[in-house]
């Protein structure tokens, strides 16, 4: 286990041991599972499973993610530390701010810039997305046709998507490729500008290609229809990355769930 603390940088880095790190990210990532729970229940986006409640229904569709984000806790836990990738939950490379005030001083202060950066990725995304949509006949913020719809979906976009995602994406998938990456060019716990900045772009782009075989069960693909999905969906990905690598985890969820503020606001606007 790596050292207690660094006085020439401020930062403990460990956080204690591998399972207590693991366990603590997991713990608040069920906060987002709850919220995807919550959207499906009350949404109109459950595909119906016969003989089954809605309840039952709800619970085996979460499955699936929960042992997601279980994976994802357990490998950031290990190579978050290694590339000096930050967590106040986990207890991971904690700026000494955190040390005097707790986790929820440390991540009010990120806080402070991470809002308008998300509030900015939120427009930009807003902006992009009209710009496809004369094109495309996709919309952002046609996800919810109603009200009533986009109410249902708040608990996700905020508490899955602001939370569960990054710990997937961020805490999990952009840790190891920082890992893996720097060790690959040899720069053992050090990584370089770009192999982080590799990291947070490659990331990011994954995630927009993971959402192509949904839009082509809606939509079908065609180039721009591709180039809409990867580029609306990596854009605030690298914002909410480099978020994450400037200061911590919890600042990359407080962004995420910021944009959501945006995106919520422009679906509410078409719903009515």
Do not use: K
């Not at 591998?18 to 608040?28: E, K, P, S, Y």
């Not at 990738?85 to 904690?94: E, F, K, P, T, Y």
């Amino acid at each position: 286990m790596e050292t207690n603390y660094d006085e020439s940088v401020g930062r403990t880095r460990g956080g204690g041991s591998l399972i207590g790190r693991t366990l603590r990210v997991f713990a608040v990532s069920l906060v987002g599972i709850a919220g995807l729970g919550i959207s499906l229940y009350f949404g109109d986006t459950l595909p119906p499973i016969p003989e089954v409640s809605p309840t039952v229904a709800v619970a085996l569709s979460l499955v699936t993610p929960a042992i997601l984000l279980l994976v994802a806790s357990a490998v950031g836990a290990f190579c978050a530390p290694r590339v000096g990738l930050r967590s106040h939950i986990a207890g991971v490379s904690v700026e000494r701010a955190t040390e005097t005030n707790g986790v929820t001083g440390g991540v009010t202060a990120e806080a402070r810039h991470a809002i308008p950066w998300g509030l900015f990725a939120g427009v930009l995304l807003v902006g992009l997305d009209a710009t496809f949509a004369a094109v495309t006949d996709l919309s952002l913020a046609t996800g919810g046709s109603t009200v009533g719809a986009v109410i249902a979906s708040l608990p996700m976009r905020f508490l899955y998507g602001g939370i569960a995602e990054e710990v997937m994406l961020r805490w999990g998938f952009m840790a190891l490729l920082a890992l893996v990456i720097a060790g690959v060019a040899g720069q053992g716990r050090t990584p370089s500008r770009g192999v982080m900045w590799t990291s947070i772009v490659v990331s990011a782009v994954v995630f927009g290609l993971a959402h192509l075989p949904a839009v082509a069960q809606t939509a079908g693909l065609t180039p721009l229809i591709v180039a809409r999905t990867i580029l609306l969906n990596s854009v605030g990905g690298i914002l909410f990355g480099w978020l994450f690598w400037r200061d911590s985890l919890e600042a990359a969820m407080v962004g995420h769930a910021s944009a959501h503020v945006i995106l919520a606001s422009s679906a509410f606007v078409v719903a009515l």
